[in-house]
């Protein structure tokens, strides 16, 4: 089994509940990483409604940050349709709500592989070119221990926070695979798209950067191989700011988008 199958694993107790076991591995920041904990509730999701696997739209509230060790998704499906279903989940540990979502799923092969968009897929040197994370500077790695889940990398124009000179760009992007090599699947995408350090790393201001709610749309099954990730951000206002993502395959579709407000690094 892969690290990644083995972290997300749920397990059913009745009445919509699954159990699961939030591994320290991802933690970053205050807290455990925002997309692993989605992938949870993706997976709990996706057990519950076997014709209607993969999630097309998830928008996450996060409530309170999540710590290493026990934690229940509980699930309550609003609809649940010919081709569509809505579920409401909550991801909880004892008596503290981490995260509230409500989701669309459905079965993203029924419904066609058919991907038409006018976004631009993000131009990245060949892999080999690109600067790994595990380059990352010392405290980067020791303050987010999720990075040694991912084999991430980064565009060179992007890499410059790392060494104390940001592209001041509010763009990073990367090639970006699980590191024990499993492939990507539609609820792993929930994953890849909270992957990437925060693209406030980019304008200078390194640090955690939690996350409020984050909205996901996935589009299509992602082919076997590399991932092109691209965070981007236009706005900061009130202390908080957008950070909108892409994530293309390996054949050059677009599989996944998603938004989130967060607050800026202090």
Same mark, same amino acid.
């Given at each position: 089994?892969?690290?990644?199958?083995?972290?997300?694993?749920?397990?059913?107790?009745?009445?919509?509940?699954?159990?699961?076991?939030?591994?320290?591995?991802?933690?970053?920041?205050?807290?455990?990483?925002?997309?692993?904990?989605?992938?949870?509730?993706?997976?709990?999701?996706? &057990?519950?409604?076997?014709?209607?696997?993969?999630?097309?739209?998830?928008?996450?509230?996060?409530?309170?940050?999540?710590?290493?060790?026990?934690?229940?998704?509980?699930?309550?499906?609003?609809?649940?349709?010919?081709?569509?279903?809505?579920?409401?989940?909550?991801?909880?540990?004892?008596?503290?709500?981490?995260?509230?979502?409500?989701?669309?799923?459905?079965?993203?092969?029924?419904?066609?592989?058919?991907?038409?968009?006018?976004? &631009?897929?993000?131009?990245?040197?060949?892999?080999?070119?690109?600067?790994?994370?595990?380059?990352?500077?010392?405290?980067?790695?020791?303050?987010?221990?999720?990075?040694?889940?991912?084999?991430?990398?980064?565009?060179?124009?992007?890499?410059?926070?790392?060494?104390?000179?940001?592209?001041?760009?509010?763009?990073?992007?990367?090639?970006?695979?699980?590191?024990?090599?499993?492939?990507?699947?539609?609820?792993?995408?929930?994953?890849?798209?909270?992957?990437?350090?925060?693209?406030?790393?980019?304008?200078?201001?390194?640090?955690?950067?939690?996350?409020?709610?984050?909205?996901?749309?996935?589009?299509?099954?992602?082919?076997?191989?590399?991932?092109?990730?691209?965070?981007?951000?236009?706005?900061?206002?009130?202390?908080?700011?957008?950070?909108?993502? &892409?994530?293309?395959?390996?054949?050059?579709?677009?599989?996944?988008?998603?938004?989130?407000?967060?607050?800026?690094?202090?």
């Amino acid at each position: 089994m892969h690290e990644y199958d083995a972290q997300t694993a749920v397990t059913p107790t009745g009445d919509g509940r699954y159990a699961a076991e939030l591994s320290d591995g991802w933690h970053v920041g205050g807290g455990i990483n925002g997309g692993y904990l989605l992938a949870i509730i993706g997976r709990a999701i996706s &057990e519950h409604l076997p014709t209607k696997p993969h999630p097309l739209s998830v928008s996450a509230y996060y409530l309170s940050a999540s710590v290493a060790g026990p934690a229940e998704v509980a699930l309550d499906v609003r609809r649940d349709g010919g081709s569509i279903a809505t579920v409401a989940a909550d991801l909880r540990q004892g008596d503290q709500t981490r995260i509230t979502a409500l989701a669309t799923y459905g079965d993203l092969i029924r419904l066609g592989d058919d991907v038409r968009t006018t976004a &631009e897929e993000p131009h990245l040197p060949p892999v080999e070119e690109c600067v790994p994370s595990s380059l990352a500077p010392e405290e980067v790695r020791r303050a987010a221990p999720l990075m040694q889940r991912f084999d991430m990398r980064f565009h060179p124009d992007h890499v410059g926070w790392a060494v104390g000179e940001p592209g001041r760009t509010g763009v990073i992007s990367a090639w970006f695979r699980l590191a024990d090599g499993r492939e990507p699947d539609p609820v792993s995408l929930l994953l890849a798209v909270d992957a990437l350090p925060p693209v406030t790393f980019d304008l200078g201001m390194p640090g955690w950067a939690p996350t409020l709610e984050l909205t996901a749309h996935v589009r299509a099954v992602p082919a076997p191989g590399w991932l092109k990730v691209r965070h981007a951000t236009r706005n900061m206002a009130g202390g908080m700011f957008e950070e909108d993502c &892409e994530v293309w395959d390996s054949t050059g579709r677009l599989v996944a988008q998603s938004r989130q407000l967060a607050r800026q690094p202090r």
